[in-house]
């Protein structure tokens, strides 16, 4: 039986052929079928609006890619593929077989060409002792807070290996060290006596593909890289040397002395200063003292408001300059003020109730104790493998901090922020030695609770305000952060990055509010009052203030152009300010003028009258009394 076809209806049939009249057109000039879509997509309003939506979302991402890679141009600009795909050209040793790791150096790659375009700063152009040696590479920055260590280890390479020759290459992380007037002093600080070349264009960093201060680079006689070894592996260098010199045993290598390098003078205001290289300054309102850290000549010096000498602790009187050099003057020992020795003191502060002033002997990895009334200094807390140091006068507590660079009072305790290590400490009245924040590598990470997930970059000042809350200047991050005890919290008050908070190159010179601050490494704070902070700016040689509840920062005064003048605070020059002590009796704000060799103060602004800038001349000085410099 025949399936009877059903009735069609003719408008659905019409409607079919139209659909495929429009998926199958003909193009009028090659006769050539085009895919089209049926009508209805043809006027949908919704594939357009996602067009649109797709061309907005590229062009966003392209706007805010720009904005981050411009916003973060600091850290950017120190990138390389190089350090990306392989750190350091693949030379970075091991801890075993340092011989079998020299066997494959035929491909290794080359420095030759870059290191001779470098521009030499202590030495001829480019240097004639590096023919037939065994070369080092030191990859530095001036900032670095442990170059001193790392300075006292090409030391005694350079006396211990005579075919190898050191050669220094500045990096730069931040602005300021790009002025090759700051690396030619920070050479001067630091008494580095090897040649130095300014890598400010980082073509040595990137080729190498370095990422971390230092970085030491082992070269052959032909300049081909044997050995590049981080930060974290500097333990290694001793093995790396002596393993090199084996394997070049046969190469005539050869042992004359590295080429003398030149010293800088100071200008003449500089010379006329007393002080050299001035670090921090603490205030005895009560009886009307100044106590000045004179680093450069280790030793402290004592004067009124005014600026009349008192007393000296520490250093070299003018009979012994006559026959020794002012290096030194530096040591480690407690006793009189005149047999007390100091290491770089830095931060101090007074402790009115028992007439002491408390030190932080930066180089020496000690707090020291002053009695003002007895004249005696002893010393307090201790770095447990501090070299050289054979007795302790009195009750001393040992830790393992690094270089402390500040310290406050508060409540009869003593707080010490450690910028070698990373770390707070406190030392209770009883002598008891407590770590408050760990330490670890540097690092910007805020917690709550647990302290020991906290981490700073080389946290150099500190401050306390009425309620207790510590201000710290945590400097080569280039942010101001806060420590409640209260709470157990340590957050950022101003400065850092919003998004990627590990980036510790946020760092320029903007006014602002929280994380819009930027600030250039930062040395000295204080408290000012009515929730005010004043900062030392160091590297943008400016003083700013800092409103501790709305998180606001502002200029107060100086020029990102370093120089030396007093005057209206728009006029007046600094060259890096690293600490402010505020007299709120006279008004006074005091600055360390560091660079500049002097002491600056100035008064709070009033409606009547705007503050200006002064130098704080230093007068009555005893005729056994000498600068040393």
């Known amino acids: 039986m025949q399936r009877q076809e059903e009735p069609r209806d003719e408008n659905v049939d019409k409607e079919q052929q139209q659909q495929r009249q429009y998926h199958h057109l003909e193009d009028p000039v090659s006769g050539s079928s085009i895919q089209?879509?049926?009508?209805?997509?043809?006027?949908d309003p919704w594939a357009v609006s996602r067009r649109e939506a797709t061309r907005a979302f590229v062009a966003l991402f392209l706007v805010t890619s720009t904005g981050i890679i411009l916003h973060r141009s600091?850290?950017?600009?120190?990138?390389?593929?190089?350090?990306?795909?392989?750190?350091?050209?693949?030379?970075?040793?091991?801890?075993?077989?340092?011989?079998?790791?020299?066997?494959?150096?035929?491909?290794?790659?080359?420095?030759?060409?870059r290191i001779s375009t470098l521009r030499w700063i202590n030495v001829e152009e480019p240097p004639p002792i590096l023919d037939n040696k065994l070369i080092l590479v030191l990859l530095w920055r001036a900032s670095d807070i442990s170059n001193p260590d790392y300075i006292r280890m090409l030391q005694r390479i350079s006396h211990s290996y005579p075919p190898v020759a050191i050669v220094a290459i500045h990096t730069p992380k931040f602005?300021?060290?790009?002025?090759?007037?700051?690396?030619?002093?920070?050479?001067?600080?630091?008494?580095?006596?090897?040649?130095?070349?300014?890598?400010?264009?980082?073509?040595?960093?990137?080729?190498?593909?370095?990422?971390?201060?230092?970085?030491?680079?082992?070269?052959?006689?032909?300049?081909?890289?044997?050995?590049?070894?981080?930060?974290?592996?500097l333990y290694l260098v001793h093995d790396c040397i002596r393993t090199s010199l084996d394997y070049f045993s046969e190469y005539p290598l050869s042992n004359h002395s590295i080429a003398k390098t030149t010293r800088f003078s100071l200008d003449p205001i500089q010379r006329a200063?007393?002080?050299?290289?001035?670090?921090?300054?603490?205030?005895?309102?009560?009886?009307?003292?100044?106590?000045?850290?004179?680093s450069g000549h280790h030793r402290i010096l004592i004067v009124t408001l005014e600026g009349q000498f008192l007393d000296q602790i520490g250093g070299l009187r003018v009979e012994d300059d006559f026959v020794l050099s002012e290096r030194e003057s530096m040591g480690w020992k407690d006793g009189s003020f005149e047999e007390a020795r100091f290491c770089n003191p830095q931060g101090m502060a007074y402790h009115e109730e028992y007439d002491e002033l408390v030190i932080a002997d930066m180089w020496n990895d000690a707090v020291r104790i002053a009695s003002i009334q007895q004249r005696q200094v002893r010393t307090s807390v201790l770095h447990s493998k501090s070299n050289g140091v054979l007795s302790f006068s009195g009750k001393t507590s040992t830790t393992t901090f690094r270089y402390p660079m500040d310290v406050?009072?508060?409540?009869?305790?003593?707080?010490?922020?450690?910028?070698?290590?990373?770390?707070?400490?406190?030392?209770?009245?009883?002598?008891?030695?407590?770590?408050?924040?760990?330490?670890?590598?540097?690092?910007?990470?805020?917690?709550e609770g647990d302290l020991s997930r906290v981490r700073f970059a080389a946290p150099s000042g500190i401050t306390v305000s009425p309620d207790g809350t510590f201000y710290i200047v945590d400097s080569d991050s280039s942010m101001i952060r806060w420590?409640?005890?209260?709470?157990?919290?340590?957050?950022?008050?101003?400065?850092?990055?919003?998004?990627?908070?590990?980036?510790?190159?946020?760092?320029?010179?903007?006014?602002?509010i929280s994380s819009s601050v930027r600030l250039q490494r930062p040395m000295g704070i204080c408290y000012w009052q009515d929730s005010q902070l004043i900062v030392a700016d160091t590297f943008n040689h400016k003083l700013k203030s800092v409103d501790t509840i709305q998180r606001d920062c502002r200029w107060i005064c100086g020029d990102s152009r370093w120089g030396y003048a007093d005057g209206s605070k728009t006029y007046a020059k600094f060259q890096c300010p690293?600490?402010?002590?505020?007299?709120n009796i006279s008004q006074r704000l005091y600055i360390v003028d560091r660079e500049n060799h002097v002491i600056?103060?100035?008064?709070?602004?009033?409606?009547?009258?705007?503050?200006?800038?002064?130098?704080?001349?230093?007068?009555?000085?005893p005729t056994w009394w000498f600068s040393g410099s």
Not at 410 to 418: Q, T, W
């Open 578 to 583: 690293c600490d402010v002590a505020w007299d």
């Open 175 to 233: 602005d300021y060290e790009i002025d090759s007037h700051f690396v030619r002093m920070a050479l001067e600080e630091l008494d580095m006596r090897f040649p130095c070349a300014l890598d400010s264009d980082w073509q040595i960093w990137k080729s190498v593909g370095a990422k971390d201060w230092p970085t030491i680079l082992v070269l052959s006689p032909d300049y081909r890289i044997l050995y590049a070894i981080p930060k974290s592996k």
């Open 600 to 621: 600056r103060w100035m008064k709070k602004e009033s409606t009547h009258e705007e503050s200006s800038v002064h130098t704080l001349h230093l007068f009555g000085f």
């Open 74 to 113: 600091k850290l950017l600009r120190r990138f390389s593929f190089a350090a990306l795909f392989g750190q350091l050209r693949g030379r970075v040793p091991t801890d075993k077989n340092l011989q079998r790791f020299l066997s494959n150096t035929q491909n290794a790659y080359r420095l030759s060409n």
């Open 273 to 294: 200063s007393p002080l050299c290289c001035p670090g921090k300054i603490a205030l005895d309102l009560k009886n009307g003292r100044l106590f000045i850290a004179d």
């Open 483 to 512: 420590l409640s005890l209260t709470k157990n919290q340590v957050g950022t008050l101003v400065g850092g990055d919003a998004i990627f908070t590990g980036n510790l190159s946020a760092f320029g010179d903007r006014n602002g």
């Open 408 to 447: 406050v009072i508060f409540e009869n305790s003593i707080f010490v922020v450690a910028a070698g290590s990373n770390e707070i400490w406190s030392l209770n009245p009883a002598g008891e030695v407590k770590l408050i924040c760990h330490g670890g590598p540097s690092g910007h990470v805020d917690a």
């Open 36 to 43: 089209e879509t049926n009508s209805e997509q043809l006027t």
